[in-house]
């Protein structure tokens, strides 16, 4: 037997005699459409029993859950106007299936309304803020007693610990309970109920927990460490030293469990076993080999966290220098990786056809200004500044180096920006993640930010739809850069845009399509052939195949090659070359005339024409396939008016 709840405050008002509470549910079953007589001769057997049913909230919790289920309208009628409260543990335990047909005309019916209008207002839907409202909020209002004005965040805290309480007595989880506690926390906050919105579901672990299996010795050197670097770098950064020197702390606490402290370490005992250990080490998600750049990084913050104590003059710091720059692996300088244009163009599609809008419309515009992840989630409301004669600009807020920049916007860019605005949730304006100050931001779902790992879902989604792969957000900024680089954008522009400090960071987009490299090797390519006589490939661009000449008996339609056919012949170009502008301009010419002599040349036309659209489709031409589409319709309306 479980024991009575302690968890079931008496209501404030007492309630009125037994034949009175029993005449009051008996009107309200009739003006619902209710009524029988077991249900009648339940709640005739309750009253007898307890006259005042706050006795029976003292029950232990068996007992109140063997209550017979026609018993339940009477108990739902009891607690929805403040006559019963009946326990966290009873209302964790029970679903609440008659609740909104015993709202109207309860003390709880206005705030429940209120609830669920600030709900919808702030981006949730009907459904979901009437299943928040019934599973937290109503019983958050049955158990305290109060007005929805004045719930506390403690109120919430309760609810949530019922909830785990359950969990650990009967294993039965609570994650909808959970979802609904978070959407309650945020409509509180929106109606200025409760001052702080929810924090992030996924907080960091305490750096005590994240070095839990380190050197026992060595801990506490490593936990001042990186308590002192909160001072002065990001928590995201210190998050990332605490991974990569629990990484140190557990080689250790292996290679050396006698060690005393940091003191002690030595260049041969420990330094070079480590790095050895890092060279072989493996990534504990894929199993594969962790990448040089990561090797790289648990080098350095073992290294930086060696210097630094030392500079410090901390007594457990080494006597000796221990890592050198020679003890870092050469990291390869691979280039800006950015999406092909055809892959591009297919992602902007998918994206534009996203039913998720407000994730769809913050990866466009990542791709129209180039626009890191953080920079973009950090765009504030009024982000848009138009200045007289110099149009509109979009201002980045401080992002990974800690820089503000302005980015010119064309007109396409302020209308995505516009449609956003009105896809955003509104409410009350958010804590901003750096200062801490109110901010209404242009990202907000459900009344609370939007977070980045929705935006890299749906970027996911929308590359799987366009059949081009796994694409990241970064990639976007690459091809934002790449495709300012090929339109001839000065390299300080390029750096304004981007928001670089240095212009190494900048070269690397311009060692993609270096004109310079260009000019220089048609200047050289143009001597060569005075000198030699013309190249196999004089403009650098392939040959079509032999195979494609019908003189060899080859068809021509199977040519790895752009193809058209024409009324008279057919055309071969290069891939390189693209397709030509020119191709089929006459079946398209509305001047173009055909009669019954000519159908027998359009009906072969249009069967060749057919065979190129699946060979174009096939070699992954999207862009040429839809071109002789487009012409197999012209041929289908010439044919027809021939005929």
């Not at 990332?240 to 990484?247: E, I, N, P």
């Amino acid at each position: 037997m479980l024991p009575a709840a302690a968890n079931a405050p008496t209501p404030e008002a007492p309630p009125p005699p037994p034949a009175e509470l029993l005449a009051a549910w008996r009107a309200h079953q009739r003006s619902t459409g209710r009524g029988n007589p077991a249900a009648d001769w339940a709640a005739r057997t309750f009253l007898d029993r307890w006259p005042d049913p706050q006795a029976w909230a003292g029950q232990p919790l068996e007992a109140r859950l063997s209550l017979p289920p026609s018993t339940m309208s009477l108990i739902m009628f009891l607690m929805v106007r403040g006559w019963l409260r009946p326990g966290w543990d009873w209302l964790v335990s029970r679903k609440l299936s008659s609740f909104w047909r015993e709202i109207p005309g309860s003390p709880m019916e206005a705030d429940m309304a209120r609830f669920c209008d600030t709900a919808i207002a702030v981006g949730f839907t009907e459904t979901q803020a009437k299943r928040a409202a019934s599973q937290s909020v109503g019983r958050l209002l049955i158990q305290t007693g109060r007005r929805l004005d004045q719930l506390t965040f403690a109120d919430l805290e309760a609810l949530a610990e019922a909830c785990q309480a359950r969990q650990t007595a009967t294993g039965a989880g609570w994650r909808h309970y959970r979802s609904a506690v978070v959407c309650a926390h945020t409509v509180l906050f929106h109606l200025g109920v409760i001052t702080e919105p929810p924090a992030p579901q996924q907080e960091p672990d305490p750096i005590e927990a994240r070095l839990a299996d380190c050197h026992p010795n060595l801990r506490p050197a490593f936990v001042a460490y990186l308590e002192r670097k909160l001072g002065t770098s990001r928590p995201k950064t210190v998050s990332s030293l605490a991974t990569r020197l629990a990484h140190f702390g557990r080689f250790l606490a292996a290679h050396d469990p006698d060690l005393k402290s940091l003191a002690g370490l030595g260049r041969q005992r420990h330094i070079e076993p480590y790095l050895n250990a890092v060279a072989a080490a493996a990534s504990t998600k894929t199993g594969a080999p962790i990448t040089v750049a990561d090797q790289d990084r648990r080098i350095r913050a073992v290294g930086h966290m060696l210097d630094e104590i030392t500079e410090w003059g901390w007594d457990d710091a080494p006597t000796r220098k221990l890592i050198f720059r020679s003890d870092h692996p050469r990291q390869p300088r691979p280039l800006p990786r950015y999406v092909p244009v055809d892959a591009d163009r297919r992602l902007t599609d998918a994206l534009a056809r996203s039913d998720y809008r407000l994730a769809a419309d913050a990866l466009l515009l990542a791709r129209a200004v180039g626009l890191r992840i953080g920079e973009l989630l950090d765009l504030e409301l009024d982000c848009v500044h138009e200045v007289t004669g110099h149009g509109a600009w979009l201002k980045v807020p401080l992002g990974k180096l800690d820089t503000e920049r302005m980015v010119p916007l064309d007109d396409e860019t302020v209308e995505l920006i516009d449609r956003i605005t009105t896809t955003r949730s509104a409410g009350r304006p958010l804590p901003h993640p750096r200062t801490g100050r109110a901010t209404q931001f242009l990202f907000t779902h459900h009344g609370r930010r939007l977070s980045q790992t929705a935006v890299r879902k749906e970027l996911t989604r929308s590359a799987d739809a366009a059949g081009i792969g796994h694409v990241t957000p970064h990639q976007l900024r690459h091809t934002y850069a790449t495709a300012l680089v090929n339109a001839g954008v000065s390299l300080q522009a390029l750096m304004a845009l981007l928001g670089h400090v240095s212009a190494e960071m900048s070269l690397r987009y311009a060692h993609l399509f270096d004109s310079t490299v260009r000019a220089e090797y048609e200047r050289a390519l143009d001597l060569a052939k005075g000198r030699i006589g013309a190249m196999p490939t004089p403009t650098g661009r392939p040959r079509i195949p032999v195979t494609a000449n019908s003189c060899t008996g080859g068809d021509w339609r199977d040519a790895p090659a752009i193809k058209s056919r024409l009324a008279g012949g057919h055309c071969l170009r290069a891939p390189s070359q693209g397709a030509c502008p020119y191709a089929n301009i006459c079946e398209h010419c509305p001047s173009f005339r055909t009669d019954a002599a000519s159908i027998a040349v359009l009906a072969a036309q249009r069967v060749d024409t057919e065979a190129l659209a699946a060979d174009a489709q096939a070699r992954g031409w999207i862009d040429e396939a839809d071109r002789h589409r487009r012409l197999l319709d012209r041929l289908d309306t010439l044919i027809a008016q021939a005929g």
